[in-house]
């Protein structure tokens, strides 16, 4: 069975620019959530969107924006990219948001 | 609001001796606990987890948590390490609440580096 995927796997960006991160989950789940990831650091919570509704938002600027399709898949857009912006971002999905989440590999965004 | 503290950033450890991560949680309201591992430039996977029951969790590879609730605390122990255990280790917590809105708050892990 697959797994979660995302894609791009890893991209470069310019200051300024935009970027959008794509998230597929596991087949029968219905929740999917975006993380943060900096060198060093634990994962910081972004967004999660169950049932194609936002659940919860983490302390990011409005620059970061997500959306969940009719197949549970998800976006995470960024905006006016910023140098602090290069992380590791993590898509995780789970049945109904409550627990059992399984991470995705990644997306590597470096801002230059 | 929860937080979650791990206050070992590494730990260096010979293989075949004995293993323990501390970590220790903050929260207003009863919690999931979890560990996830993560493998150098891979995402996070899940090695155990708390969701109610027996205070003693086990995972498939030899690694287990206690939760102790007066302590707040679940603490990471394996009896014997392997070289293949070198990773960093994160311990999250979720609240109970239902509703699909459960965010996970990680602590900022700890490494862990087996060495011969």
């Known amino acids: 069975d697959a797994g979660v995927t995302q894609s791009p796997t890893h991209l470069i960006k310019t200051r300024g620019q935009q970027v959008t991160l794509r998230c597929s989950p596991i087949?029968?789940?219905?929740?999917v959530s975006w993380y943060q990831q900096v060198l060093g650091q634990g994962p910081q919570f972004i967004f999660q969107y169950y049932e194609k509704e936002e659940r919860g938002r983490g302390n990011f600027p409005d620059r970061f924006s997500a959306r969940q399709f009719p197949n549970y898949s998800s976006e995470l857009n960024v905006n006016a990219l910023l140098l602090g912006d290069s992380a590791l971002y993590l898509c995780a999905s789970s049945p109904t948001g409550n627990y059992g989440y399984t991470f995705g590999s990644g997306t590597r965004l470096t801002v230059v | 609001a929860q937080s979650v503290t791990q206050l070992d950033s590494q730990v260096p450890v010979f293989e075949e001796a004995p293993v323990e991560l501390r970590c220790n949680y903050s929260?207003?309201?009863?919690?999931?606990l979890f560990w996830y591992v993560q493998y150098p430039n891979q995402g996070l996977q899940l090695l155990l987890k708390?969701?109610?029951?027996?205070?003693l969790v086990e995972s498939i590879n030899g690694f287990e948590a206690e939760f102790n609730k007066s302590q707040t605390s679940f603490h990471l122990r394996k009896p014997s390490v392997h070289i293949s255990d070198t990773a960093e280790y994160f311990c999250?917590?979720?609240?109970?609440?239902?509703?699909?809105?459960?965010?996970?708050?990680f602590g900022t892990g700890t490494q862990l580096k087996v060495e011969l």
């Open positions: 087949s029968g789940h219905k929740s």
């Open positions: 999250a917590v979720s609240d109970m609440v239902t509703g699909g809105g459960n965010k996970l708050t």
């Open positions: 929260s207003s309201v009863s919690v999931y």
């Open positions: 708390y969701l109610s029951g027996s205070t």
